[in-house]
């Protein structure tokens, strides 16, 4: 294993240092590494809070500021993070409209924030994220994981937020969301836990997965690897299939890295989606490509469609300022 790391006990708290630091203009870290969170807050406005198992980067620190999270904490790599955590940064962020929970559907992190929801004074609701159409459940959870349309939800809740909306209709609002998108991914080798200073799951040179997890979880079955057009095919199809009737008329494309994938490859990827989505009459009116949702040094990546209206293209557009997004601020 060669990684730019000192210590894997280590590696956390040192690579939140860090980037706490580089971006210290938008972004403060709490007590203990608990959280990061915004360095300024907006006094009577819904606060969002998210986190995870690490790993994923910039998903989710990267995504805190304006238009986007509150706070997020991060747990060690691939482990959820603690409800002492998500209770510390509740405390730091609480702006007194009350807080939402924005949580991947694994049973560790629905737990633990469960748990935080429910030892909190505050008014707190929860939005559970699962999109990925691969698998119904996985050695981490037993619904549908939740993966890169995290991010949309985010975003698109964000931007409401950041207007003024109440925790009710946030809430609704992302439900509403994370129903209207899907998602799918494809490993072409897998990730190495620095840890466990191994690959977590061996794969042949001329094997790729299809459906994997953004923890090396299994997807839907192991095959060849196929050309690029027709992975997209398959990944295109799945998603399409599972939104039924509503995958119909405009959509966020969302084409995403999982750590070790160019630019070059993921971009020809989204051209192949493009197009496979207008065969099935779904017209791509909103573009996000890139590496946001990661799984450390895995090669590969995902597709995501969420279907769009009026309302949700406009909170998509709004202006962001984060550490990984940034558009019109």
């Given at each position: 294993m060669k990684k730019l790391i000192n210590s894997p006990d280590t590696l956390l708290r040192?690579?939140?240092?860090?980037?706490?630091?580089?971006?210290?203009?938008?972004?403060?870290?709490?007590?203990?590494?608990?959280?990061?969170?915004?360095?300024?807050?907006?006094?009577?406005?819904?606060?969002?809070?998210?986190?995870?198992?690490?790993?994923?980067?910039?998903l989710h620190a990267g995504l805190v500021g304006y238009g986007m999270l509150d706070a997020a904490c991060p747990g060690q790599v691939f482990t959820s993070p603690t409800p002492d955590q998500m209770l510390a940064a509740v405390e730091a962020v609480d702006g007194g409209a009350?807080?939402?929970?924005?949580?991947?559907?694994?049973?560790?992190?629905?737990?633990?924030?469960?748990?935080?929801?429910?030892?909190s004074d505050a008014r707190i609701e929860t939005v559970v994220?699962?999109?990925?159409?691969?698998?119904?459940?996985?050695?981490?959870?037993?619904?549908?994981?939740?993966?890169?349309?995290?991010?949309?939800?985010e975003k698109v809740v964000g931007a409401a937020a950041e207007q003024g909306t109440d925790l009710a209709t946030l809430k609704r609002l992302g439900d509403r969301?994370?129903?209207?998108?899907?998602?799918?991914?494809?490993?072409?080798?897998?990730?190495?836990?620095?840890?466990?200073?191994?690959?977590?799951?061996?794969?042949?040179?001329?094997?790729m997965e299809l459906g994997v997890g953004i923890h090396g979880e299994?997807?839907?079955r192991r095959v060849k690897l196929m050309q690029a057009n027709r992975i997209v095919e398959e990944m295109v199809g799945a998603i399409v299939r599972d939104l039924g009737d509503a995958a119909s008329g405009d959509a966020l494309l969302f084409v995403n890295g999982f750590g070790a994938t160019p630019e070059m490859e993921l971009y020809l990827v989204y051209n192949s989606a493009r197009r496979?989505?207008?065969?099935?009459?779904?017209?791509?009116?909103?573009?996000?490509?890139?590496s946001y949702v990661t799984s450390l040094d895995m090669a590969g990546c995902s597709i995501t469609v969420s279907m769009l209206d009026q309302e949700l293209g406009r909170l998509?557009?709004?202006?962001?300022?984060?550490?990984?997004l940034r558009r019109g601020c």
């Open positions: 040192e690579s939140l240092d860090g980037f706490v630091l580089a971006h210290q203009d938008i972004l403060t870290l709490g007590d203990e590494g608990k959280f990061v969170r915004r360095s300024e807050l907006t006094p009577g406005k819904v606060s969002l809070i998210s986190g995870g198992g690490s790993g994923h980067e910039p009350g807080l939402l929970f924005i949580v991947k559907n694994y049973e560790g992190d629905v737990m633990n924030f469960d748990m935080a929801r429910e030892m994220t699962d999109d990925d159409v691969a698998v119904e459940g996985s050695l981490f959870t037993t619904g549908r994981r939740g993966v890169a349309g995290t991010l949309i939800v969301v994370n129903s209207r998108t899907r998602s799918m991914g494809v490993a072409l080798t897998s990730c190495i836990v620095p840890a466990a200073g191994k690959p977590t799951f061996e794969i042949g040179d001329d094997e299994p997807g839907r496979q989505l207008e065969k099935h009459g779904v017209k791509t009116v909103r573009s996000l490509v890139g998509w557009d709004a202006p962001v300022h984060t550490a990984a």
